[in-house]
């Protein structure tokens, strides 16, 4: 009898051992989750259903030893702290026993422990599998990745890994530089944060050498930020001819061939105005410039590429030269004018001085007036001077406009010929026109003589000239004349009345002869005898 008993009580122990041993449960030993977000607890559960299907559960969840329900399907019966906070994931009918617990604090650490009850069959608390939280106060600052160097122009991905402990309240994520993004998530290892990858494809430029590609993410409680320092290469580019900003007429001079690029230029050019190659080096060195050094630019190359400065001019100081008196083209008499000293220098003149034509100072402006000028207004000049010496101009002469002023030198006189000579001074020149003492006959000169201002008429007449004749001279300012004498010559007359009597005389004789053969001719015919 005591063996049966032994053997029924060893029957008995075997079956609960085994019937126990068929409730069991996995989830881990801890989770991470952020203050503020959530986390999940995954969990799967197995019951001894010896072939047979149930279809009701009950599951709930429990903070420490019983101490507070964290979640029951029968909401009503969940712990203040967590009412609104809890929910399962997963369906208790698959096995699925996962808890999301939302807005974590720092009081939320657990340990927590799962308990299923099944209508029709029993009921088992896991408390042998218990899982801790790690609540974190501060995110994990997102680890950013890219090439150790990229190249202009050319697309590349950046990588932005991000931390955290709820799918279902991702930190909001965002780059510092524009883009195409995407995101991909990461399977999650027991007892780490979840980490989700985002990334960035841009085409980076010369711009973003040296400078930050950062990432944020933004939870609830903070934003971090983490950044890697771009490394771009690039051609070079702002490629400038480099020199003193001035140089002295004849100096010599050292140019310089700058340019931003990455990595530097290792290579030069140098070509001068027309393209002709002047040399290669990082620098070229000019020898007595001048005033018409023509304009030079430089090439810098890299091995990403190449670029080239605009043309350049040296900026070659010299003293005034071409200097001139510059004013209107002509001024009336007695009107003011003003000079100008024109000149061409580097720097500009900056002082002046004006001289008579026999060197009498009047002025040390850049510009000179003269009032109320006339034709006897004397020719003058002008000094320019800069920082580099000076130069003078030529003495100017004013051209000076005047109506016509007969000259009292005008007058005719008779020799051989009348000869009657006006002289007109004015400017512009006049027309000068003859009249006879009525003005109803006009003549041309017989010759005309230009000297600067002065035009000299000369009117030659014969036989019948009048007594006076009238010089009247006219230009666009106004007219003047004149009325002359013109002596009568006796000589004239004399030859004049002697040529008259000889002419009659051979007339007179040339009649008588004509009659007297016409005589002759009659009377041989009337004798018989022809006229030898």
């Not at 041993?21 to 197995?46: D, H, N, Q, R």
């Not at 650490?109 to 801790?132: A, H, V």
């Not at 001074?425 to 009249?435: A, I, M, R, T, Y």
């Not at 005309?448 to 010089?471: A, D, N």
């Amino acid at each position: 009898m005591a063996f049966w008993s032994c053997l029924l009580s060893l029957f008995l122990w075997l079956r609960v051992s085994l019937t126990a041993g068929e409730w069991s449960a996995e989830m881990p030993k801890s989770v991470v989750g952020l203050s503020g977000s959530c986390v999940v607890i995954p969990c799967t559960f197995s019951y001894p259903a010896n072939g047979k299907t149930y279809t009701e559960f009950t599951g709930v969840w429990y903070k420490g030893y019983y101490e507070l329900t964290v979640y029951h399907t029968d909401t009503s019966k969940i712990s203040d702290a967590f009412q609104g906070r809890t929910r399962l994931t997963g369906d208790l009918r698959q096995n699925d026993c996962s808890l999301k617990i939302s807005s974590l604090s720092s009081s939320d650490t657990g340990p927590f422990m799962f308990r299923i009850e099944i209508k029709d069959l029993d009921k088992f608390t896991y408390d042998q599998n218990k899982t801790s939280v790690t609540v974190n106060e501060t995110p994990e600052i997102p680890v950013v990745s890219v090439e150790e160097e990229v190249t202009s122009v050319k697309p590349v991905t950046a990588t932005c890994a991000v931390f955290h402990s709820c799918p279902s309240d991702l930190p909001r994520v965002s780059w510092n530089h524009n883009g195409t993004h995407s995101s991909l998530s990461q399977p999650q290892n027991p007892g780490h944060l979840r980490l989700t990858l985002y990334t960035l494809t841009f085409t980076p430029s010369r711009e973003d050498h040296n400078k930050h590609l950062s990432c944020s993410a933004e939870y609830k409680v903070k934003t971090v930020t983490n950044y890697k320092t771009l490394k771009v290469k690039y051609p070079p580019y702002d490629v400038k001819v480099v020199s003193k900003p001035s140089v002295k007429e004849n100096d010599s001079v050292e140019l310089t061939c700058s340019s931003d690029s990455n990595p530097p230029a290792n290579s030069y050019q140098w070509f001068s105005s027309n393209g002709i190659l002047l040399g290669n080096k990082h620098t070229h060195r000019l020898e007595r410039v001048s005033r018409h050094t023509e304009a030079m630019s430089c090439t810098a190359i890299n091995t990403e590429g190449k670029n080239s400065s605009g043309p350049r001019k040296i900026n070659v100081l010299y003293p005034p030269y071409n200097v001139n008196v510059v004013t209107n083209h002509s001024v009336k008499e007695n009107d003011s004018v003003e000079l100008t000293c024109s000149s061409n220098s580097n720097p500009p003149a900056n002082s002046y001085q004006w001289f008579s034509s026999n060197g009498i100072l009047l002025g040390n402006k850049h510009t000179h007036r003269l009032e109320r000028v006339s034709r006897h207004t004397e020719a003058i000049s002008c000094t320019a001077i800069n920082t580099e010496g000076k130069n003078c101009s030529g003495l100017q002469k004013l051209n000076i406009l005047y109506p016509p002023e007969i000259k009292s030198e005008s007058s005719c006189q008779t020799k051989i010929l009348t000869v009657c000579v006006c002289n007109v001074d004015s400017n512009p020149p006049s027309e000068v026109k003859w009249f006879d003492p009525d003005s109803s006959e006009t003549f041309s000169s017989t010759s005309i003589k230009q000297t600067e201002s002065l035009t000299i008429f000369t009117l030659q007449g014969w036989l019948g000239f009048p007594e006076t004749v009238q010089c009247f001279a006219n230009n666009i300012l106004g007219n003047s004349s004149i009325t002359l004498e013109a002596p009568q010559n006796g000589i004239i007359i004399h030859i004049a009345v002697a040529s008259a009597a000889v002419v009659l005389v051979c007339i007179v004789v040339y009649v008588v002869r004509k009659r007297w053969t016409t005589s002759l001719q009659i009377d041989g015919a009337r004798f018989g005898h022809p006229l030898l």
